[in-house]
């Protein structure tokens, strides 16, 4: 990262010259010391073009460098994103699955829930149907001990009757 921002900064540099040199107005002294320079040797101009073209080379390769890493990181984006993908399409499957257990334990569980159901009502129509019942139980027992004790009444009676019967014809 540091190698690419000291190249981008390189180039910036290398532009801004070149800028400044067209910007900059014609200098009588400036040309005539430019023709000196050209008439000098070709060597100077040769080695000038050679530093313009090591200054493109090397901008090209901080530039296909740039590109590599920026194609290596989408590269690795891309792998993340499938990861993800992957892992989220898991977790649905897993979150379907266990939907349809919850499902299945519940039909296991409503049939068992439905006979529990049954048997109550059955329980709460029995007591409804016992109680009158237990009423009319508790009545005719009352009713009954009333005529045991009419019947033991009127039998002491006749058995006086008798005990006196026998005293008479004796």
Same mark, same amino acid.
């Given at each position: 990262m540091k190698l690419l921002l000291l190249l981008l900064l390189m180039l910036r540099r290398h532009v801004n010259k070149e800028q400044t040199n067209l910007n900059? $107005? $014609?200098?009588?002294? !400036?040309?005539? &010391? =430019?023709? =000196? @320079?050209n008439n000098l040797t070709g060597s100077g101009r040769l080695a000038k073009m050679m530093m313009m073209e090591d200054e493109e080379e090397m901008t090209r390769s901080a530039i296909s460098t740039l590109q590599s890493r920026e194609e290596e990181i989408e590269k690795k984006k891309m792998q993340?994103? &499938? =990861?993800?993908e992957l892992q989220l399409s898991r977790a649905e499957e897993e979150t379907r699955r266990l939907s349809q257990i919850w499902e299945e334990l519940e039909v296991l569980g409503d049939p068992l829930r439905k006979e529990v159901a049954v048997v109550r009502k059955k329980i709460d129509m029995a007591s409804k149907d016992l109680k009158p019942l237990g009423q009319n139980c508790q009545k005719k027992e009352k009713e009954?001990?009333? /005529?045991? &004790? /009419? !019947? @033991? &009444? =009127? @039998?002491?009676?006749k058995a006086q009757l008798v005990s006196t019967l026998m005293e008479l014809v004796e």
């Open positions: 900059r $107005p $014609p200098d009588i002294g !400036f040309q005539m &010391e =430019k023709t =000196k @320079n993340v994103r &499938e =990861k993800v009954y001990k009333e /005529a045991l &004790e /009419a !019947f @033991n &009444e =009127k @039998n002491r009676e």
